[in-house]
């Protein structure tokens, strides 16, 4: 139940942290599964990366197998700098500054040593046929 309220409810996605600025976007059809690069996300455990011409850094999409979760690239806990775009490897995303923090794509949460208060930003996520809709609005 926890996965669907992230990734999909107005509620959830709120900018109360002072580290990131909040940039409205609309990916319209442009994840579209059907297309070669984007057919990974109809199987659970996978994920796409889109640039940084959505949101801060860009974001990341997971198939939980459940709902798909959607979250900004960007360390929550550092001021923005080079070093706070989050890299993905498996279902982790980590921060290339000196203190390397790492959040799970799946729930946002930091990992045990992650330093700071805030869990990766959501954004708002819908499922129509083989379109994957991710928006900030």
Do not use: W
Not at 36 to 65: A, D, E, K, R, T
Not at 104 to 121: A, M, P, S, V
Request: hydrophobic share 35%.
């Amino acid at each position: 139940m926890f996965l669907f309220l992230v990734s999909c409810s107005k509620n959830n996605v709120n900018n109360n942290n002072p580290f990131l600025p909040n940039y409205s976007f609309d990916t319209g059809n442009a994840i579209n599964m059907s297309l070669p690069q984007f057919s990974n996300l109809q199987f659970p455990g996978n994920y796409i990366i889109m640039g940084s011409n959505y949101g801060i850094n860009g974001f990341v999409v997971y198939n939980s197998g459940i709902s798909y979760t959607v979250f900004e690239l960007t360390d929550p806990n550092h001021t923005l700098q080079i070093c706070s775009k989050l890299t993905v490897q498996g279902v982790i995303a980590t921060c290339g500054c000196e203190d390397g923090n790492s959040y799970d794509i799946l729930t946002g949460q930091g990992q045990e040593g992650t330093n700071g208060q805030y869990l990766l930003k959501p954004y708002f996520v819908d499922v129509n046929g083989n379109i994957i809709r991710v928006y900030n609005n």
